[in-house]
């Protein structure tokens, strides 16, 4: 069964193009319910995420809705935009309240996702973990 260690809605709180690489976005985000912050790098010829924009984000460890591996049908089918990664560090952190926050970095090929949110929603992630990220727009 895939497992998803991360399904919510996020809202693009900036848009920022110029970062290091030609064709690359830096997106900051928070979920819907302000659970979660994120700052993520997205090919911006292939996928555009405008601030304001809603989007259902997913991390799972397979595209495959049973597990298994083969020809079946695809979460990937459902998304617009999917980036195959590895977990390469997990740190704490404190947010402006003085709450302790996990700080999860996901690196797909070079461009990377920063992941904050409580330690009681984030305890399924591990270093070196091989994870997919798939993004709609809503």
């Known amino acids: 069964m895939a497992e998803f260690y991360f399904d919510e809605i996020i809202k693009v709180l900036k848009f920022d193009s110029l970062v290091?690489?030609?064709?690359?976005?830096?997106?900051?985000?928070n979920s819907e319910d302000d659970d979660f912050y994120l700052e993520l790098?997205?090919?911006?010829?292939?996928y555009q995420m405008l601030p304001g924009g809603k989007y259902r984000m997913v991390i799972s460890n397979t595209l495959h809705k049973d597990g298994s591996t083969g020809k079946q049908a695809s979460l990937a089918?459902?998304?617009?935009y999917v980036m195959h990664g590895l977990l390469y560090k997990m740190a704490e952190a404190k947010d402006a309240k003085d709450d302790v926050k996990v700080v999860v970095y996901v690196s797909f090929g070079g461009l990377q996702l920063m992941l904050k949110g409580d330690p009681l929603k984030m305890h399924k992630f591990k270093v070196d973990q091989r994870l997919f990220l798939l993004l709609r727009k809503m």
């Open 20 to 29: 290091v690489y030609d064709k690359v976005s830096r997106i900051n985000a």
């Open 41 to 46: 790098d997205v090919h911006a010829e292939i």
């Open 77 to 80: 089918d459902k998304f617009e």
